[in-house]
């Protein structure tokens, strides 16, 4: 029997769930055009907006030479880990 090796899984590749919350923690690019969106975002709570970043910052720290993991649809560059930080200090 051949055995086939999977591919790689990529978060900004998975499919969407049918889980939006959780869409939005796995895959903030896809989600959000700026860190300052999710702080201005009236449906979550503070709890929620620091998992989305902290998952966003994570994904810049991570994968560097992967930055669709960082830049939103139809957005010229990836958001800078420094903006997100800068949005993580702001729920302080």
Do not use: Y
């Not at 499919?15 to 939006?20: A, G, H, I, L, R």
């Not at 449906?43 to 560097?64: F, G, N, P, V």
Request: with cysteine.
């Amino acid at each position: 029997m051949k055995r086939q090796n999977p591919m790689p899984i990529i978060p900004s590749l998975v499919p969407e769930t049918s889980d939006f919350a959780l869409d939005r923690l796995l895959a903030p690019a896809m989600h959000f055009k700026h860190p300052d969106e999710v702080l201005n975002d009236k449906t979550m709570d503070l709890q929620e907006k620091r998992a989305i970043l902290s998952s966003w910052a994570s994904d810049a720290c991570a994968i560097d030479s992967m930055p669709a993991l960082r830049q939103p649809p139809g957005e010229e560059r990836p958001i800078s880990f420094d903006q997100i930080m800068d949005a993580l200090c702001k729920l302080d």
